[in-house]
């Protein structure tokens, strides 16, 4: 699990590398999705449960994976997204119930700050309520099918 102070710290690396080049098991970037709030939530939901069932880690919201330089890579959050929301949201849409922490770090850039989820390991098989499930395997979230359930 990484801190929000370490978070900061990557965040200046951004003006040397892509996020993507930052990202391990335990830590995501993420670009949030100005044009359909239900999509940005549902992308909260899928790596909550992702992150949760790969033994945790860090998602940052707000920050394009495959750019570089700070200014263009970190997009933001929009001010209106609710943290008790979101995190209602995934709880909500869990099974079973994940209460992951959400943090907001204020930066320049872009809409002014990012979202930073912390998903804690529990045990495992985590899905949404249809029963869809996806588990951290390296920096990427694969669908939790068969042997891996």
């Not at 002014?112 to 249809?130: H, N, W």
């Amino acid at each position: 699990m990484h801190t929000i102070a370490e978070i900061n710290l990557l965040l200046d690396d951004l003006d040397e590398l892509p996020a993507d080049d930052l990202e391990d098991q335990e830590l995501d970037f993420k670009e949030w999705n100005n044009r359909s709030r239900k999509d940005a939530v549902n992308l909260v939901v899928e790596m909550a449960i992702c992150m949760a069932n790969g033994g945790g880690g860090t998602v940052v919201f707000g920050v394009k994976d495959n750019v570089v330089g700070r200014k263009k890579a970190i997009i933001g959050v929009p001010d209106e997204i609710d943290l008790n929301r979101l995190k209602k949201a995934v709880y909500d849409s869990t099974d079973p119930k994940l209460t992951p922490g959400f943090e907001e770090l204020r930066v320049p850039e872009g809409a002014g700050r990012i979202i930073v989820m912390f998903v804690y390991p529990g045990l495992p098989p985590y899905t949404d309520t249809s029963g869809r499930g996806k588990i951290r395997i390296g920096k990427d979230c694969q669908p939790l099918t068969g042997t891996l359930r």
